[in-house]
């Protein structure tokens, strides 16, 4: 049975993960993505929005935890945004657990966990390699504030995130998402590459 190699793929906000991911889904090749799964536990799962609710009670109403309204609270009090990744990551790693264990179950060469706080959160370690994807300062503000992002919510996660500079060093491979052709090439090259060797 071949081993799975997880890639992990990160980014700073804004950078081109979810674009990026995406073009691997269209290679057929499975993709984890914890800020879904985040938003996913936010309706679905009772615990983790009852918690919320104690350290945030504005930001949670009869559908879950309200991601704007959270985002106005942390931004009221940065302090919390520690214990809020207390009570969301273990949560999430159990739903990265059991799409890791279905990949090894179905025997797949390759998986992608897009994970923003990659080496925040020392998932660098246990992944088998890491790619970057990065373009200028510019182009990541002009992006997220395009998106509809206050300039004062992408100041307050950029400053939480570790540098470009230093995920671009600490990165196995990185890509540029200047256009999106060339990012389709190299994430075609980097699948040719990873599923060959393992
Ligand atoms: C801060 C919140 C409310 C913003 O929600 P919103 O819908 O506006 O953005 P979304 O969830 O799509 O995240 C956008 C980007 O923000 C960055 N980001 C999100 N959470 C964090 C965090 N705790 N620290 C640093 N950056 C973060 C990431 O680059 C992410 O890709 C939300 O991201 C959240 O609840 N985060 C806490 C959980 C967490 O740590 N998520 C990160 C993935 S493990
Ligand atoms: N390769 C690319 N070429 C041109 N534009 C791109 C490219 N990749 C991403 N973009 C644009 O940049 C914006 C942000 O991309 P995306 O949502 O993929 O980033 P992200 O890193 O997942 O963001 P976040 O950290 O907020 O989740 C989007 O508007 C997208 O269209």
């Not at 057929?28 to 993505?33: K, S």
């Not at 350290?55 to 559908?63: H, K, S, T, Y």
Request: glycine share 4%; proline share 2%.
């Amino acid at each position: 049975m071949s081993k799975l190699y997880v890639l992990g793929l990160t980014g700073s906000i804004g950078m081109g993960k979810t674009t990026t991911a995406n073009m691997f889904r269209d290679a057929q090749i499975a993709v984890w993505d914890a800020d879904a799964a985040v938003h996913e536990l936010y309706t679905t799962h009772t615990d983790t929005i009852e918690k919320i609710a104690e350290l945030a009670p504005i930001a949670v109403d009869g559908d879950g935890v309200n991601r704007d309204r959270l985002r106005n609270v942390l931004q009221a009090d940065k302090s919390l945004f520690a214990k809020l990744e207390q009570i969301v990551h273990p949560a999430i790693r159990m739903h990265r657990d059991a799409f890791l264990t279905k990949c090894r179950e179905l025997s797949l060469s390759l998986a992608v966990v897009d994970i923003p706080l990659l080496f925040e959160t020392g998932a660098d370690e246990w992944v088998d390699g890491v790619l970057v994807v990065s373009t200028s300062a510019d182009n990541q503000r002009a992006r997220v504030l395009k998106r509809g992002m206050d300039e004062k919510s992408f100041e307050m996660i950029l400053f939480r995130q570790t540098p470009d500079a230093e995920k671009r060093a600490r990165a196995d491979f990185v890509i540029e998402t200047n256009s999106l052709e060339h990012v389709r090439t190299e994430v075609h090259k980097l699948i040719e590459q990873l599923t060959k060797e393992h």
